[in-house]
C-alpha cells in the first residue's frame, strides 16, 4: 500500500491538510535516501506510525550513517534548483531529527501534528 492510502486508511483523508504535508515530508525523506544515501545493492525503509492518538511518525531509514543531513540547512540560492526540501520539512513538521541505528543504518525521521491536543 502506498503512503497516502495507508493515511486513508487511518481516517486521514486524500486531500486533506494532514495528508498533503505528509507526502509532502515522504517525498522529501524518501527522496533524500535516493540521492544522498544511495548504496549500490541496498535500499531504503519508510514506516508510518501513529504515536498517540495525535502524532504522525513519518521514518526513513538507510544504510549510510555516514551522511547526516544538516539540522539547520542554509538557505538556497534564490535560483537554486535545490536545497529546500529540508527547510520545507522543518515548516510542515512539528519536528524532525535523525537517529543513528545499528550500524551503518540511520533514520531520518519526522513528526506531524494530526489534531490539536485535549486542552
Known amino acids: 500500500?502506498?503512503?497516502?492510502?495507508?493515511?486513508?486508511?487511518w481516517e486521514i483523508p486524500y486531500g486533506s491538510g494532514a495528508s498533503d504535508a505528509a507526502a509532502l515530508i515522504v517525498a522529501e525523506l524518501t527522496a533524500n535516501a535516493v540521492v544522498h544515501?544511495?548504496?549500490p545493492g541496498?535500499?531504503?525503509?519508510?514506516?508510518?506510525?501513529?504515536?498517540?492518538v495525535h502524532t504522525l511518525r513519518i521514518?526513513?531509514?538507510d544504510t549510510r550513517a555516514d551522511r547526516r543531513p544538516m539540522q539547520s540547512?542554509?538557505?538556497a540560492a534564490p535560483d537554486a534548483e535545490?536545497?529546500?526540501g529540508l527547510t520545507l520539512v522543518g515548516a510542515l513538521a512539528t519536528r524532525w531529527g535523525v537517529t543513528d541505528g545499528?550500524?551503518?543504518r540511520k533514520t531520518v525521521w519526522a513528526e506531524l501534528t494530526l489534531r490539536p491536543g485535549p486542552t
Request: glycine share 12%.
Open 82 to 84: 535545490s536545497g529546500r
Open 73 to 75: 540547512p542554509a538557505p
Open 37 to 39: 544515501a544511495r548504496v
Open 102 to 104: 545499528p550500524a551503518p
Open 1 to 9: 500500500m502506498c503512503a497516502l492510502g495507508q493515511l486513508d486508511a
Open 42 to 52: 541496498c535500499g531504503f525503509e519508510l514506516r508510518l506510525l501513529l504515536t498517540g
Open 59 to 61: 521514518e526513513v531509514m
